[in-house]
């Protein structure tokens, strides 16, 4: 790879693998539709198509996976 040249790799939200092709990765198997953040972390989308399941920090500051609505 040339010094030049930026390659975009993915990091999976449940896992925190890093691949070069989000459907390499087998969390998102059984999902019709992925969300890709600014980071280039990516999520599965609900049947819904709004709603993405993620890690979030709780009020008890305990962490968690929880389902949220994507503004877009």
């Known amino acids: ?38 980071n280039h972390y990516f999520y599965p989308v609900l049947d819904d198509g709004k709603t993405i399941i993620r890690r979030s920090q709780l009020d008890d500051h305990k962490e968690g996976v929880v389902e949220c609505i994507r503004d877009k």
């Open 1 to 38: 790879m040339d010094l030049d040249e930026i390659k975009v790799v993915y990091t999976c939200w449940q896992c925190e693998v890093i691949v070069d092709e989000i459907t390499d990765n087998p969390c998102i198997e059984g999902y019709g539709h992925i969300y890709v953040d600014n």
